[in-house]
C-alpha cells in the first residue's frame, strides 16, 4: 500500500477484498463447479484453490492504488502450489485464465457492492477498474508462466525417464538373448564330438532365455497399455469378481507352491475399473504365490477390502511369505527390480505396472513387509475410481 491515504471509495473497496477474501475464494471455487466450459473431464484442485484463493483476492487488493506489488518468497510459494493443483487436474493454461475471469467475476462483484456503499464517484470506479485489471493480469501473467514452467519440468523428467528406461531394458534384454546366443554358438561350432550329449542341455537354454525375452515383451507392451486412456463406467466390474478372475489366473501355481487362496468376507459390493483393478490383482497375488515360504506348513494369500472413512476403497493383499529385505523395500516398485532373482524368472516389472494401473485411477499402491513374516500390498482407490458417494451409506456382501 502507498503511504498517502487513498480515496474513500477505493479505501473502502481494499477493505472489503481484505475482510472477504475467504468467502470471495469461496464463490470463486462455487462459480467454477458450476462453470460446464471450465476442464469437466478433470477434478478442479478445490482444496488448492480455497487454501490459496484469499491470498490471490487480497494480492488483487494492492493493485487498487499502485500497480506494482513484490514477488516475495511466500507469495511465489502460493501461486506454485496453485498452479501445481492445476497441471495436476489435467488443466490447459487457456482453461486457467478462463477460471481467472471467473476469480474477476466475484472480486468484481465484491468490490462494487463495497463502492455502492460508499457512495463512490466516477473518477474513483474508473481507478478502482484500472487496478483490478491490472492484479487480475499479473495473476493471470504469473500462474500462465508457472504452469508453463511445471510443463517443462515434467517433458525434462520424462526424457530422463525414458534415457533410463532405454537404459534397463537394454540391459535386462541383452542377458537372456547373450545366452541364448552363447548356447547356440556352442551348438553350431562344437568340435568336441559329444554334441548328441549337449544338445538337450543347450536347447534348454536357448528356449529358456528366449521365453523370458518374451515374457519380458510381454509385460512392456503391458505396461504401455496401462498408460493409456483411462476406461470408462462400462469397464467397470463387480470387485468380488474381478478377485475370483485373480484367483483363477494363478490357481496352477498356487497349488504346485501349496499356497491357499482365501478372499476374507466381508468383500464391498462395488464396482470398479475393471481392466486396471484386476491386472494389478493378477500381479499381486502372483507374486504372493510366488513369493511363499516352503519352509512353512501352511501358506496362503488372503485379499480383503473395505471402505474408509473418506469414500476411498482399501483393498489388501496379504501372504506368509518369505517377505521383502529391508534394504530394498525403496526399490520395490522399480521397473526391472527382483527382491529375489535366485527365487524367480520374472522380469521385475509387475509391481511397476500394478502401481502405474492404479496411479491411473487417481489411487495408489503401498505395501508392509518384515522377513520371513510376509508381506502385505495394499491398494488405495478413491471414490471416483468406484463412482460411490462419499456421503452415502455402504453396502456390503455378508
Not at 507392451?221 to 470408462?232: I, L, Q
Not at 476411498?312 to 526399490?331: F, K, M, T, W, Y
Not at 513374516?373 to 456421503?391: K, M, N, V, Y
Request: glycine share 8%; with cysteine; aromatic share 6%.
Amino acid at each position: 500500500m502507498t503511504a498517502a491515504d487513498p480515496p474513500g471509495g477505493i479505501r473502502a473497496a481494499i477493505a472489503a477484498l481484505d475482510q472477504q477474501a475467504e468467502h470471495v475464494a469461496s464463490q470463486w471455487v462455487d462459480l467454477l463447479l458450476k462453470k460446464p466450459g471450465v476442464h469437466p473431464r478433470s477434478a478442479l484442485p478445490t482444496d488448492a484453490l480455497r487454501g490459496g484463493g484469499p491470498a490471490l483476492v487480497r494480492r488483487i487488493a494492492e493493485h487498487l492504488d499502485h500497480n506494482e506489488c513484490e514477488q516475495t518468497a511466500d507469495w511465489i510459494e502460493t501461486l506454485r502450489s496453485i498452479a501445481t493443483g492445476w497441471r495436476a487436474g489435467g488443466y490447459a493454461v487457456q482453461e486457467v485464465l478462463a477460471a481467472i475471469d471467473v476469480l474477476g467475476d466475484a472480486v468484481f462483484d465484491n468490490v462494487y457492492r463495497a463502492l455502492d456503499a460508499a457512495d463512490s464517484n466516477p473518477a474513483e470506479e474508473r481507478v478502482i477498474s484500472r487496478g483490478l485489471y491490472h492484479g487480475l493480469s499479473e495473476l493471470g501473467t504469473s500462474i500462465a508462466g508457472l504452469l508453463e514452467e511445471l510443463a517443462a519440468d515434467e517433458a525434462r523428467q520424462r526424457i530422463e525417464d525414458f534415457e533410463d528406461f532405454a537404459s534397463a531394458l537394454s540391459h535386462e534384454l541383452k542377458n537372456p538373448l547373450g545366452a541364448a546366443r552363447g548356447a547356440a554358438d556352442l551348438l553350431i561350432d562344437d568340435d568336441s564330438g559329444r554334441i548328441e550329449e549337449v544338445i538337450p542341455h543347450l536347447s534348454a537354454i536357448v528356449r529358456r532365455n528366449i521365453d523370458r525375452a518374451l515374457t519380458l515383451l510381454d509385460d512392456l507392451r503391458t505396461f504401455t497399455r496401462v498408460g493409456g486412456p483411462g476406461s470408462g463406467a462400462a469397464d467397470r466390474k463387480l470387485l468380488r469378481g474381478l478377485i475370483r478372475a485373480a484367483f483363477e489366473e494363478v490357481e496352477q501355481r498356487a497349488h504346485e507352491a501349496g499356497a491357499d487362496l482365501r478372499i476374507k468376507e466381508p468383500i464391498p459390493t462395488v464396482h470398479v475399473d475393471a481392466p486396471r483393478v484386476q491386472l494389478a490383482l493378477m500381479n499381486l497375488v502372483w507374486n504372493a504365490v510366488k513369493y511363499s515360504d516352503p519352509g512353512k506348513a501352511e501358506r496362503f494369500v488372503d485379499v480383503r477390502a473395505e471402505f474408509g472413512q473418506s469414500g476411498s476403497l482399501r483393498i489388501e493383499v496379504a501372504d506368509n511369505g518369505i517377505g521383502i529385505p529391508p534394504a530394498v523395500q525403496h526399490r520395490v516398485f522399480k521397473r526391472f527390480f527382483r527382491a529375489a532373482p535366485d527365487r524367480s524368472e520374472g522380469t521385475g516389472l509387475g509391481l511397476a505396472i500394478t502401481r502405474e494401473a492404479i496411479q491411473q485411477l487417481g489411487g495408489d499402491v503401498a505395501f508392509v513387509s518384515e522377513p520371513d513374516q510376509g508381506t502385505t500390498f495394499i491398494i488405495l482407490l478413491p471414490p471416483t475410481a468406484t463412482g460411490i458417494d462419499p456421503e452415502a451409506p455402504k453396502h456390503i456382501t455378508v
